[in-house]
């Protein structure tokens, strides 16, 4: 069973915008925290963004200014604005959630690319 199902990725100009969007599964209880992760080929899994049930944020450097997180508790839905796109953005973004449990969950990936 999927638990976080993401849309919104795909093909983008440089200078573009993108918004990525996760829906959590009903059967996730108590969600604290939400976020998003980026990886690429021979590369580590790195921060994007992440944001608590409390609305407190957090970016990765290279996202600050360009990138907005934001989240409907109501409908356990996380999204990502993404501006000004860069050719260095482009990589599989995963979904990530946990819960006040200490559980964790992960999305299948959404690829975005950047290029002209």
């Known amino acids: 069973q999927v638990q976080l199902v993401e849309s919104g990725g795909g093909l983008v100009q440089p200078g573009g915008t993108l918004r990525l969007s996760c829906a959590a599964a009903?059967?996730?209880?108590?969600?604290?925290?939400m976020g998003w992760y980026r990886q690429t080929p021979g590369k580590q899994r790195e921060l994007v963004a992440l944001?608590?049930?409390?609305?407190?944020?957090n970016y990765a450097d290279s996202a600050k200014g360009r990138f907005t997180i934001s989240r409907d508790n109501a409908k356990n839905t996380v999204y990502l604005q993404m501006n000004s796109l860069k050719p260095e953005d482009t990589a599989v973004y995963y979904c990530?959630?946990?819960?006040?449990?200490?559980?964790?969950?992960w999305g299948r990936g959404t690829q975005v690319t950047v290029s002209s």
């Open positions: 009903r059967s996730i209880f108590s969600i604290n925290a």
């Open positions: 990530y959630a946990t819960t006040t449990t200490y559980r964790a969950y």
């Open positions: 944001i608590t049930s409390g609305a407190n944020t």
